[in-house]
């Protein structure tokens, strides 16, 4: 027990450290009408601190997926979600000798692009964890605003949770929210219709550190 | 007369501002439980709630003071019916257009993210339209009835004063003509003017005691008539025939007192009185159920009519009476014909 509990504060306060900083939410960020497909994303990319990217159109993954070679060849809820999610990014992403799978969203608001992150499971990062722990798990999508800046760089900055949190203490936002957790995470449960509203008003903020974040990537395509 | 305006426009005035604060007031505190949902309500949700307010107060005070008192009250149903719906479709599209797009521009730092959708929006502000209209109606109503408790009150008073003044008027005009009766039997020396004394005090005693309630029994204004037939007959004794003929199922029945004396002491005056020759008096009263029916029929003389005119001032106190006691429940007639005048009067009691 005396060696368990040190552990036990590193660990929630790593987990503190690592979910307070982007804001999350239990709806997607965008509605279906906002979507807007952006082929420049595809491809293999580099951040600045050697992580590795690899961006896919999610469709060509979920008929690799199901072995597939057309999406008339799906059964009903496979097409389901390839109708769904036919304009989103599987994103790969490595690093330290660790492999995540993303999907992402890209949408467009006021001609701003932006990135609704959520993670998928694939069957390399589910074999590290037991069935039990998974149950306790739940999916959340997370806010990037994505900007092009070349052929071959983009930027992607996560909206920085501590920014809403300073609204929601001043009184100034009226959002579903709830706090979860031991380090009581705010956790959107807005719907999809009013995250997007709140975009929309954020984006006309007149704070000039509305975007600045502590969880910014910026990738250098990879030619090979 | 325009103090009495300036006072009444004042009082409503009053009256309207209490209504619009109590009512507002009350509003505010309703919506301001809904808009923060249960939860101890921030700054932003007071913002919203004046902001919501705001926009909901125009349609409100346009349906309160133009389109209730212009069109409601006025039986133009359809019309307020179409301005009513009018009202909720323009200021909803206002207050959807308000929340979308305005609200930011006056409050660029709050975020109205999380509060209700543009269709519940629309039901809010429609049920609340609807149910102030209720609300003001219902007070507008308890105004209504305490004015017209008032305006009743007031007209029942001034028919209690007219009855009083019209039966004041009665009792004199039949002491005048009393006393000349006595006057003539004094002056002649007869023995029937003690007799007559008597008489004349009992038709007093019931003029003055007995005849002054709402209703008094046929029975004692059959009575009354007796006395006074006879008691004029001792002025008139060789020169009229009077006969009272009556038929009565209910003694009991009940009818507004001194109703027929003047009928009769008209009779007297320009039937017996007159300077023709064979006059005659015929009553005959008749009561059975609810139908009471007395009918006067006297010869007279032209020259005293066209001095004095028929219908003087028990007459026209009689019809005065009538309207008052018995609105839509008489019927009295007058008819002349060459030589005689007859005067039938029904009473119907429902």
């Known amino acids: 027990m005396k060696t368990f509990k040190p552990r036990l504060i590193i660990f929630l306060l790593g987990l503190l450290f690592l979910s307070s900083c982007v804001i999350k939410s ?15 994303f595809i491809g293999n990319w580099q951040d600045l601190e050697n992580g590795s990217w690899q961006i896919l159109p999610i469709q060509e993954v979920i008929l690799k997926e199901n072995k597939k070679t057309n999406p008339s060849q799906l059964d009903k809820d496979q097409l389901s979600i390839y109708n769904n999610y036919k304009h989103g990014y599987a994103v790969y992403f490595e690093k330290d000798s660790t492999k995540t799978l993303f999907l992402a969203m890209p949408f467009k608001i006021k001609n701003q692009l932006f990135l609704d992150f959520t993670p998928i499971e694939d069957s390399e990062s589910d074999s590290l964890k037991n069935s039990l722990y998974k149950m306790h798990l739940i999916k959340t999508h997370t806010l990037a605003k994505f900007d092009i800046i070349s052929d071959n760089e983009v930027n992607i900055k996560w909206l920085a949770s501590k920014k809403l949190e300073a609204l929601l203490n001043e009184n100034r936002i009226k959002i579903k929210h709830e706090k ?45 | 007369m325009n103090n009495n305006n300036l006072k009444s426009n004042k009082h409503a005035i009053q009256k309207a501002v209490l209504f619009n604060g109590v009512m507002w007031f009350i509003t505010f505190i309703i919506l301001l439980f809904i808009f923060s949902e249960d939860t101890r309500p921030k700054k932003i949700d007071f913002v ?66 999380s509060y209700h959708s543009n269709i519940k929006l629309i039901f809010i502000f429609s049920v609340f339209l609807v149910i102030t209209t209720l609300i003001k109606l219902s007070i507008d109503w308890f105004y209504f009835n305490k004015q017209e408790n008032a305006d009743l009150k007031q007209k029942n008073q001034q028919i209690g004063m007219q009855l009083a003044l019209l039966r004041s008027q009665i009792n004199p005009h039949f002491l005048f003509n009393s006393l000349n009766v006595i006057y003539a039997l004094a002056i002649g020396k007869k023995e029937e003017t003690k007799d007559a004394i008597v008489q004349l005090s009992d038709i007093l005693r019931y003029v003055i005691y007995d005849s002054n309630t709402t209703r008094v029994s046929l029975k004692d204004e059959i009575t009354l008539l007796k006395n006074y037939t006879e008691f004029q007959q001792f002025r008139y004794l060789d020169t009229g025939n009077v006969s009272f003929n009556f038929s009565i199922s209910n003694h009991d029945y009940q009818i507004y007192p001194m109703l027929l004396l003047p009928l009769v002491e008209n009779s007297f005056k320009y039937g017996i009185k007159g300077d023709i020759n064979n006059t005659f008096i015929n009553i005959t009263l008749t009561q059975k159920d609810n139908l009471f ?8 003389s032209k020259n005293e009519i066209e001095a004095n005119g028929y219908s003087g001032l028990g007459n026209k106190n009689l019809k005065k009476n009538l309207e008052i006691v018995y609105p839509d429940q008489h019927e009295f007639k007058i008819s002349k014909k060459e030589t005689t005048f007859t005067v039938n009067l029904k009473i119907f009691q429902k």
Not at chain 2, 71 to 96: M, R
């Open chain 1, 26 to 40: 239990l709806h997607p960020f965008y509605t279906k009408d906002l979507i807007y497909f952006e082929k420049k």
């Open chain 1, 180 to 224: 979860v957790g031991f380090d009581e995470t705010v956790l959107l449960t807005a719907s999809s219709t009013e995250l997007v509203k709140f975009i929309d008003k954020y984006m006309s903020s007149k704070d000039e550190d509305k975007w600045k974040t502590d969880v910014e990537v910026t990738m250098k395509r990879i030619h090979e």
């Open chain 2, 48 to 113: 919203y709630t004046c902001s919501f307010l705001t926009t909901i107060i125009i349609p409100v005070l346009l349906n309160f003071y133009i389109f209730i008192p212009l069109l409601l009250k006025k039986e133009k149903y359809i019309f307020y019916v179409i301005a009513f719906a009018i009202n909720i479709i323009t200021f909803t599209q206002l207050n959807i257009w308000f929340f979308d797009y305005f609200i930011d521009f006056i409050f660029p730092d709050y975020y109205f993210v």
């Open chain 2, 293 to 300: 029916n007395f009918c006067i029929e006297n010869n007279f």
